[in-house]
């Protein structure tokens, strides 16, 4: 498996995983993270209750690896 593969399998959450494909710099980013920091994100998931919501989650990330590279 390369880097950008997403290896959590069961543990990634549906909507999240839906939310991160539709969003490209989001999935690139999250799978630039170490082990370590993926699951801390993951975690951030879980009291997500909407699709509207999970979508902000996710826009957000993609915004810190903007951000990170500024």
């Not at 980013?29 to 989650?57: N, P, W």
């Amino acid at each position: 498996m390369g880097k950008s593969d997403i290896s959590f399998g069961n543990d990634l959450p549906l909507g999240f995983g839906m939310a991160l494909a539709q969003n490209p710099g989001a999935m690139s980013y999250f799978a630039s993270l170490s082990d370590e920091e993926k699951r801390k994100i993951i975690e951030g998931t879980r009291s997500i209750k909407s699709k509207q919501e999970m979508r902000a989650y996710v826009d957000n990330l993609a915004s810190s690896q903007q951000n990170s590279f500024q």
